[in-house]
Nanobody
């Protein structure tokens, strides 16, 4: 069971990146999916969450609302994070994760399988 995150890189402030998270050995359509990030010396923080079916409104951290969009393509077994208007404070390792918890929790312990992470660096 594995989640493979990709799409990170180095980008200037104001730029865009699209992260992908592909499932291997699991069908992501069975899970709610989340993106988290972790900057050096900081705790892992919630970024975005999308429900199992993609119905309803996704959840976003206040810091990324209006700039990031989470989406999923269950037939491709992939979830995405489109990141626009990037800021230096968006720098960190981005992780995708699965959840089966009801009630839309956004804390890391509510998520089970985690991908290996992809580095996003935003220069000023």
């Amino acid at each position: 069971v594995q989640l493979q995150a990709s799409g990170g890189g180095l980008v200037q402030a104001g730029g865009s990146l699209r992260l992908s998270c592909a499932g291997s050995g699991l069908f992501i359509g069975n899970y709610h999916m989340g993106w988290f990030r972790q900057a050096p010396g900081k705790e892992r923080e919630f970024v975005a969450r999308i429900s199992r079916s993609g119905d309803g409104s996704p959840l976003y951290a206040d810091s990324v609302k209006g700039r990031f969009t989470i989406s999923r393509h269950n037939s491709k077994n992939t979830v995405y994070l489109q990141m626009n208007a990037l800021k230096p404070e968006d720098t960190g390792v981005y992780y995708c994760a699965t959840s089966t918890r009801v009630g839309s929790p956004t804390y890391p312990a509510a998520f089970g399988s985690w991908g290996q992470g992809t580095q996003v660096t935003v220069s000023s």
